[in-house]
Structures are given as structure tokens and as C-alpha cells.
């Protein structure tokens, strides 16, 4: 497994906008495609986006879409920013990478996961 370490959440005021970032621990380009995933008590976890290894694929859930940019680096990183933060947004974001071909938004897809990082946006 390939540990993933996330940071950049905390307390924003809706309409601000806040970058998250996930490193593996060590570099490593055995994860095909990274994602992001939200979380609220209660729920199970819900894509937010996701991006390949090669960036060429590029996925975001439409509660997102047009809001946010995921990429990227070199070094297997993946950043996540959020821009016009809503309420709605709050939530434990997730980082999360599958060793296999292809991309997906089932949870259940992916074997390797970060601690999670807490967003909480204010009103």
C-alpha cells in the first residue's frame, strides 16, 4: 500500500477557496488514477474529482464542476482546489489512489487512502 498524506483543509467562508494537497510518502507512480473524496456523518464517502497519472483524464462530480481544478506534479501530488466555497462543501476530504487501469468514482475501487483532512465552510 501507498500512504498518502493530506493537507490544506480548515475554516473558510463561503465564496473563499482553499487548495488541498496529498503527497504519497514516498514517490511512486504505481497509483493509476487519484481521487478526492468527500465525506459527511452518515454518509458514505462521494467523489469529488479525480485525474490519471499521465493527466490526460480528468474527472469532477457536478456539485464541483466549473468550481475546481484538480492536478498533479511529478512527484505523484495531487492538488485539489475549491473556488466559491459553499456550505455544503463541509465535509472530511479524502485522498485516495487505485493501482488498477481506469477511471472510477466507486469507492469501493480504490485501495489506498489518506487520514482525511476536515474543510468546514461557514455562512
Known amino acids: 500500500q501507498v500512504q498518502l498524506v493530506e493537507s490544506g483543509g480548515g475554516l473558510v467562508q463561503a465564496g473563499g477557496s482553499l487548495v488541498l494537497s496529498c503527497a504519497p510518502a514516498e514517490r511512486t507512480f504505481s497509483l493509476f ?18 485525474i490519471s497519472f499521465n493527466r490526460r483524464i480528468t474527472d469532477y462530480a457536478d456539485s464541483v464542476k466549473g468550481r475546481s481544478t484538480i492536478s498533479r506534479d511529478t512527484n505523484s501530488a495531487v492538488y485539489l482546489q475549491l473556488n466559491s466555497l459553499k456550505s ?13 487501469y481506469g477511471q472510477t468514482r466507486n469507492p469501493h475501487d480504490y485501495d489506498n487512502w489518506g487520514q482525511g483532512t476536515q474543510v468546514t465552510v461557514s455562512s
Open 33 to 50: 488514477f487519484m481521487a478526492w473524496f468527500r465525506q459527511v456523518p452518515g454518509k458514505e464517502r462521494e467523489f469529488v474529482a479525480g
Open 88 to 100: 455544503e462543501d463541509t465535509g472530511v476530504y479524502y485522498c485516495s489512489g487505485r493501482r488498477s
